[in-house]
């Protein structure tokens, strides 16, 4: 596989299946640029009920996902020998971002290396899961979710359109980098006025040169008003610079 490959363990299969079976993702899947497998510890459960939570020692609110379906779940996957990180998806994490994404996108373009991932339900998981399955752990913001499978989604999600061909527009990847850092510009298509709200005039100049000044200066703009705290790490140009400048200083 050129692209990237995961596995997923998630007491919710069909949420993986319901996404991934949809547009971009599932496009990425069937030219064989993404490949994801999906494995359910209830599957691997031994008792009549197929539990795969219990109540946590000491007391308390809540249910702990229990460690052995998901230890023999991952071992099945692990079974083949493939060189492998293994992620736990839960709020106390280290918090995802593009740069995680990029980082991970270049250990997984590396020839038979996979993410897997453990999507965490319920109030927690046992704590001897972290201790002797995960290399990382992941949280996708200072939120709660019910559980870890949006983050998982969002983790395959970033870094599928990555890859070279999923989105089948290279130039965008390309035009990204550049702007790595910053806000994006806005964006406009026809019609050229809809009720009294017009297209900015240099994007139907047709002057290319101009119009590229224009979306990197609206871009910045956007920047500094919404998300100044980006341009810290953003990657600029002395001219880009000076832009800055010349719109702090139109601010008095
Ligand atoms: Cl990875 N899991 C859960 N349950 N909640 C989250 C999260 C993960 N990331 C942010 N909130």
Redesign the pocket.
Known sequence: MMGAGFDIITIFPEIFHAYLGESILNRAIQKGLLDVNVRNPRDFTTDKHRTVDDYPYGGGSGMVMKIEPIHRAVNTVKSDGIERLTVL???Q?VTYNQEKAEALSAYLSAEKRRLLLIC?RYEGIDERVRDSLVDEE???????????EL?ALVIIDSIARLIPGVLGDEESIKEESFTWGILDYPHYTRPPEFKGMKVPDVLLSGNHGEVSKWRRREAIRRTLKRRPDLLKKAKLTEEDNAIINELCSNEK
Do not use: Q
């Open positions: 998806l839960t709020p994490g965490g992941i949280s996708i913001g200072d939120y709660v979710l019910t559980g870890g983050a």
